[in-house]
């Protein structure tokens, strides 16, 4: 063989070597990112790829499972929420003609579907007299009184009306119905 052939050769192989080079670098960086993905999957470098699959796979039921129980908690919850006593009505008023300043008052106390009670309270001169009512479905079995009546139609119909001088440990839930 001859001088230009050997170079041609040389250099052909020069150009082989450095594609191999550059593949090899490319093969490097795919692997370095393929390893980086294994490692978030949970991978430690010596599990095979089917085992990270299989324990996110578990992960995944295992949050399935507890999100299958938070959304029955939630709804417990919602559950709760409906039956607590959380409608409250004041009306205020004068029982006797020779009272003044509405010191008598009915407070109904209801739930979202009308079960509660309604008490009042009557303020005359020299003593006070309260009485409790039980409500179901927005209904009592012991006759209501005017503003008894007003009072529980207050709390039922979900209007907010605070006042000041009637409000309750909740005020933004109290309704003065006066």
């Known amino acids: 063989m001859d001088d230009s052939t050997l170079t041609t ?3 052909a ?9 550059v593949t090899a670098l490319v093969a490097l960086l795919r692997l370095r990112g393929v ?3 294994f490692t978030t999957l949970g991978g430690d470098g010596t599990t095979d790829i089917a085992r990270v699959a299989a324990n996110q796979n578990r992960r995944i039921e295992g949050l399935a499972t507890e999100v299958t129980r938070l959304r ?9 929420v409906r ?3 959380r409608n409250v009505a004041v009306v205020r008023y004068d ?18 579907v009308g079960d509660g009670l309604v008490i009042s ?18 209904r009592s079995s012991i006759t209501l009184t005017p503003e008894e009546q007003q009072a529980l139609a207050s709390a039922t119909q979900g209007e907010t009306r ?11 839930r109290t309704k003065d119905a006066s």
């Open 9 to 11: 050769l040389a250099l």
């Open 72 to 80: 029955e908690q939630v709804a417990t919850a919602e559950d709760d």
């Open 162 to 172: 605070t006042s000041a001088p009637t409000a309750l440990p909740h005020p933004d």
């Open 95 to 112: 029982a006797f003609g020779d009272m003044g300043g509405r010191l008598s008052f009915s407070a109904a106390i209801v739930d979202d």
């Open 121 to 138: 309270s009557i303020h005359a001169r020299g003593e006070s007299r309260t009485y409790a009512k039980g409500v179901v479905g927005g």
């Open 35 to 37: 390893r980086r993905d």
């Open 83 to 85: 039956q607590s006593l």
């Open 13 to 21: 192989a020069a150009v082989v070597a450095v594609l191999a080079l």
